[in-house]
């Protein structure tokens, strides 16, 4: 970006702020699709390690850390955003839906593809893609 060898990216907008990627970047469309995976991991012989009581918590902890992962990132991007308009006079257009199922049409052959691979890992890969969508038009405009 800063060399102008690339024009824009795709990414989560907490990245306007904490890289300063809104000095850069000047115009931002909203999509709305994820795009901020997060994860909690530990080395495996570490997890084999543990009581299976603690491991239980562990894995009980998932969803209330999922939430708070969730809410925590929802409001660092408004605070990016809200400076990135206000501090380095970016610009923020929406999608429109036509334009967003064209994209999505494009993509579906990809994420058939990483479904068909990861099922075939015993993954539950068509399962996942789907509490994506079911989660993003829950939020969606949120």
Do not use: H
């Given at each position: 970006?800063?060399?102008?060898?690339?024009?824009?990216?795709?990414?989560?907008?907490?990245?306007?702020?904490?890289?300063?990627?809104?000095?850069?970047?000047?115009?931002?469309?909203?999509?709305?699709?994820?795009?901020?995976?997060?994860a909690v991991?530990?080395?495996?012989?570490?997890?084999?390690?543990?009581?299976?009581?603690?491991?239980?918590?562990?894995?009980?902890?998932?969803?209330?850390?999922?939430?708070?992962?969730?809410?925590?990132?929802?409001n660092t991007?408004?605070?990016?955003?809200?400076?990135?308009?206000?501090?380095?006079?970016?610009?923020?257009?929406?999608?429109?839906?036509?334009?967003?199922?064209?994209?999505?049409?494009?993509?579906?052959?990809?994420?058939?593809?990483?479904?068909?691979?990861?099922?075939?890992?015993?993954?539950?890969?068509?399962?996942?893609?789907?509490?994506?969508?079911?989660?993003?038009?829950?939020?969606?405009?949120?």
């Amino acid at each position: 970006l800063q060399k102008g060898v690339v024009k824009g990216l795709f990414s989560s907008l907490d990245v306007m702020k904490d890289f300063k990627f809104a000095e850069l970047c000047k115009y931002v469309t909203m999509t709305q699709t994820p795009v901020y995976p997060f994860a909690v991991v530990m080395n495996m012989d570490k997890w084999n390690s543990l009581p299976k009581d603690v491991q239980k918590v562990f894995d009980e902890l998932g969803p209330q850390q999922s939430a708070w992962t969730g809410v925590y990132m929802d409001n660092t991007v408004k605070r990016s955003m809200r400076w990135s308009k206000r501090k380095q006079g970016v610009k923020v257009f929406r999608l429109p839906k036509k334009e967003k199922a064209k994209w999505d049409k494009l993509l579906d052959p990809i994420t058939a593809n990483w479904i068909k691979v990861n099922e075939a890992k015993g993954l539950p890969a068509k399962a996942i893609v789907q509490d994506i969508k079911d989660f993003a038009q829950m939020y969606a405009g949120k």
